[in-house]
C-alpha cells in the first residue's frame, strides 16, 4: 500500500448542483492495487496504516487525471491552423495530414506523438477520434495499451464528400470495424466506439452499417459531430431530406442512447436537446476549437436548463492542444462574453467539466474524483519556482482561488507527474 501526503482538490459533487470545491491541505490518500481504499488528514490516514510506503506530494497540487471527451489522434500535427472556417480548415489542413496515416509507419510515428500529447497534459482518460484507416487505428490502441491511459476510440467511417482516399464502403467498414472491436473493446482500460465521422461525409447506409457493428458487439460506444457550423448543419439538412434536423439523423438509426457523445452541439433546437436529455446522450463542449474556426458560442445554459449532460474537449487539432486548463479557461471566457445568456463559471465548475463530468459522460464511474473506491488516476501540478503559478500558489487566499489560478496558468509544463490505475506514467 502506498499513501500520498498532498494538497488535494477534486469535485466529487457537482457545482451545477449546489456541490462545493472539495480540499485537503494535508490529505492522506491510501492506494492499494490501484484503486483508492482510504482517504482523509493525513495523520490519521497513516495511523490506520503503518506500515504502507508515504509518498510526499506536497511540493504541488493534486487534481483527478483528466478527461478529454473529444480529441482527434491524427490532427496532432494539423494544430495550428487559424483563420478558416470548419470546412476550409477541414478541406486545407486536417483532411491532408489525416491522408497520410494510410502509411502505417507514419500512423504508428503519430500514435506515439498523440498518447504523449495526452498524458503530459494530464489527461488520463480520452473519447478519440481515430483514423479512417484501420491499421492506424489499430496503432492507436496498442500504443494507449502500452502506456496505459483509458482510451475508447474507433475506426472512423465516410463514404461520401471527403477526399478519396479517405472514403470507404459501409460493408468494409463494417468488417474492419468489428475486427477492432473484437480485438480492443474491453481489453483492459480500451473500449470501441462507433464513429462516423459526421452526417454531411457518411450516407444512410453507412450509418446504418454502424449500427449494425453496434448490435453484434454488445457495449460499443458511439461519437461523432454536430451542430457545429451553420454551413455544416445547412449542407447535412439538404442531404437527409428526411431528417427533422441534425440529431435525427443519427438518431433514426438508434445511434443516439447513454453511451453517445457528440462534438459541439453548438446550434442546436430545443428539440434536439430534449432528444439528448432524454436519451442520456452526452455532449462534449470543445471551446478552443469553437473559438479557433469562429463556429459560435456554446449555449451552455440551454444544456442545462435541458438536463443534457456536458463535459469537456480539446477538438485537437481544431483545438489549439492537449490541455484542459486551456479548455476550462476558454469555456469560462466564453460563458463571460454571452453576459446575461451565459452561465457563470467558477474554478470549481472547470474542474468538475474536466474530471468527474468527463468520466460521467463516458460511464466511467471508476475515475473523476479522488474519492474512496476509485481508481487512483491523478495528476500533480508542480510549477517551476519563481514562475507565475509558483507565485501565484503560494500567495493564494482560498482553494478555489488555487484553483482558479492553476486553470488560468497551468500548462502542460506544470504537470510535474501523472498515475493511471496507481501506475505512474513516464515523461
Ligand atoms: N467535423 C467533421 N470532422 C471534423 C473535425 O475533424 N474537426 C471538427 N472540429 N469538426 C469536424
Ligand atoms: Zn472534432
Not at 272 to 291: D, F, K, Q, R, Y
Request: aromatic share 6%; glycine share 10%; hydrophobic share 40%.
Amino acid at each position: 500500500m502506498t499513501i500520498y501526503r498532498c494538497r488535494v482538490l477534486d469535485t466529487p459533487d457537482d457545482p451545477f448542483t449546489g456541490g462545493e470545491l472539495r480540499s485537503h491541505d494535508d490529505a492522506g490518500i491510501a492506494v492499494e492495487a490501484g484503486v483508492i481504499v482510504d482517504r482523509g488528514a493525513f495523520r490519521m490516514v497513516a495511523e490506520r496504516h503503518p506500515d504502507a510506503e508515504i509518498v510526499d506530494l506536497r511540493d504541488g497540487v493534486l487534481l483527478p487525471g483528466m478527461v478529454d471527451t473529444h480529441v482527434h489522434y491524427p490532427q496532432i500535427r494539423a494544430i495550428g491552423g487559424l483563420g478558416m472556417p470548419l470546412l476550409d480548415w477541414l478541406d486545407q489542413c486536417a483532411l491532408p495530414e489525416e491522408c497520410k496515416l494510410a502509411d502505417a509507419e507514419y500512423a504508428r510515428t503519430v500514435a506515439r506523438e498523440f498518447v504523449t500529447g495526452l498524458t503530459t497534459a494530464g489527461t488520463t482518460t480520452a473519447l478519440v477520434f481515430g483514423s479512417h484507416f484501420a491499421d492506424a487505428v489499430d496503432a492507436l490502441f496498442a500504443e494507449a495499451d502500452r502506456v496505459g491511459v483509458r482510451v475508447t476510440a474507433g475506426l472512423v467511417t465516410s463514404d461520401r464528400n471527403l477526399p478519396e482516399p479517405l472514403l470507404s464502403t459501409p460493408a468494409r467498414t463494417y468488417d474492419e470495424g468489428r475486427k477492432l472491436a473484437e480485438r480492443w473493446h474491453g481489453h483492459r482500460r480500451l473500449r470501441y466506439a462507433v464513429t462516423p465521422r459526421f452526417s454531411y461525409s457518411t450516407s444512410p447506409a453507412m450509418l446504418e452499417s454502424g449500427a449494425a457493428l453496434a448490435a453484434d458487439v454488445p457495449g460499443l460506444w458511439f461519437t461523432s459531430h454536430i451542430n457545429e457550423n451553420p454551413a455544416e448543419i445547412a449542407a447535412v439538412i439538404d442531404q437527409f431530406p428526411g431528417s427533422a434536423n441534425y440529431l435525427d439523423t443519427y438518431h433514426r438509426h438508434g445511434l443516439i442512447h447513454e453511451r453517445s457523445v457528440l462534438a459541439h452541439n453548438l446550434h442546436p433546437t430545443d428539440t434536439e436537446l430534449a432528444l439528448m436529455a432524454s436519451t442520456g446522450a452526452a455532449v462534449a463542449h470543445c471551446p478552443t476549437s469553437n473559438s479557433a474556426l469562429a463556429s459560435g458560442s456554446f449555449p451552455l445554459r440551454r444544456h442545462l436548463d435541458h438536463g443534457v449532460a456536458v463535459a469537456l474537449g480539446t477538438d485537437v487539432g481544431a483545438g489549439s492542444g492537449f490541455s484542459l486548463f486551456k479548455e476550462g479557461l476558454q469555456a469560462y471566457f466564453m460563458q463571460q462574453l454571452l453576459q446575461g445568456d451565459g452561465v457563470p463559471l467558477t474554478a470549481a465548475h472547470l474542474l468538475h467539466l474536466a474530471t468527474r463530468a468527463g468520466a460521467t459522460a463516458l460511464g466511467l464511474d471508476e475515475v473523476g474524483d479522488l474519492s474512496v473506491g476509485r481508481q487512483f488516476d491523478a495528476v500533480l501540478v508542480r510549477p517551476t519556482a519563481g514562475h507565475p503559478l509558483d507565485v501565484g500558489l503560494r500567495h493564494t487566499d482560498s482553494a478555489e482561488n488555487a484553483l482558479a489560478k492553476i486553470f488560468s496558468l497551468a500548462t502542460p509544463a506544470d504537470v510535474a507527474r501523472v498515475w493511471i490505475g496507481g501506475d505512474e506514467v513516464a515523461g
